[in-house]
């Protein structure tokens, strides 16, 4: 059984850098394909970044394109989503999630792909 657990997160003003971290037991990360979410208030979870299991492959919305990044330190076993030049509009709970994959360079974007999730954390972007 894989367990995720997310730390980071908070409070930024709008412009400012947060970043997420992913911690994986139960599996070797290097058997997980990852990926981010997000959930703002009164709306449907939502695609934010995912990356293949070699890390190879890295996929991100629109949305986030040029702001955000994904890392994965296998060492660690954790990984981690750095947001730059945030918007007010990037508030939101976020999740990690994670999932066994066969193929080293694949990445998943639907939540329906992933089979753990992390806790979630809160990103508020301030004015």
């Known amino acids: 059984q894989v367990q995720l657990v997310e730390s980071g997160g908070g409070l930024v003003q709008a412009g400012g850098s947060l970043r997420i971290s992913c911690a994986a037991s139960g599996r070797t990360l290097s058997d997980l394909a990852m990926g981010w979410f997000r959930q703002a208030p009164g709306k449907e979870r939502e695609f934010v970044a995912a990356g293949s299991r070699g890390g190879g492959s890295i996929y991100f919305a629109d949305s986030v394109k040029g702001r955000f990044t994904i890392s994965r330190d296998n060492g660690k076993n954790t990984g981690s989503l750095q947001m730059n030049s945030l918007k007010l509009e990037d508030t939101a709970v976020y999740y990690c999630?994670?999932?066994?994959?066969?193929?080293?360079?694949?990445?998943?974007?639907?939540?329906?792909?992933?089979?753990?999730w992390g806790q979630g954390t809160q990103v508020t972007v301030s004015s």
């Open positions: 999630a994670a999932r066994i994959a066969y193929y080293r360079d694949r990445y998943y974007s639907l939540p329906e792909d992933y089979n753990y």
